[in-house]
C-alpha cells in the first residue's frame, strides 16, 4: 500500500467541483426586516472512517479530500502521533468509506 504523498499547492483549477443547490432561505437584516431569498448550499454526504478495518464514526462532508480528513481526524483524536504511524490508507468515494491503516493497534478502549 502506498502511503499518503505530500503534494504541491493547489491551484482553483485542481480543486473538485462544489456540489451545491439552490434553496428558499429567509434572510433578516439587524432591524428583524426578513425578504425570501435563493441561498446556495454545498451537499454533503456521509463517510464512514474506519481505523485498521474497525468502523469508528461516520461524518457528513463534502466528499472530497477523503484522505485528508481521515488523517486529520485520527491525528487529531489520538489515534496517530506522527506520520510515521501510518502504514496506509484505503478510500472508496463511492461506497463513502476511508480505511486509515496504522502501525500500532492499540485496542480502543485505550484511545477512547
Not at 18 to 27: F, H, N, P, Q, R
Not at 28 to 53: C, F, M, P, S
Not at 64 to 69: A, I
Not at 95 to 104: A, C, D, H, P, Y
Request: negative net charge; glycine residues 8%.
Amino acid at each position: 500500500m502506498e502511503r499518503i504523498k505530500k503534494t504541491e499547492k493547489s491551484t482553483e483549477a485542481d480543486l473538485p467541483e462544489e456540489k451545491v443547490s439552490a434553496v428558499s432561505a429567509w434572510v433578516y437584516d439587524r432591524e428583524g426586516h426578513g425578504v425570501e431569498r435563493r441561498q446556495w448550499l454545498i451537499k454533503e454526504q456521509a463517510v464512514t472512517l474506519y481505523l485498521n478495518g474497525r468502523e469508528i464514526v461516520t461524518l457528513l462532508c463534502a466528499g472530497h479530500h477523503l484522505d485528508e480528513l481521515a488523517a486529520g481526524f485520527f491525528f487529531a483524536e489520538g489515534f496517530l502521533e506522527t506520520s510515521a504511524d501510518l502504514e496506509g490508507l484505503e478510500v472508496n468515494e463511492a461506497e463513502g468509506k476511508v480505511n486509515l491503516i496504522i502501525r500500532s493497534d492499540m485496542s480502543l478502549t485505550e484511545r477512547l
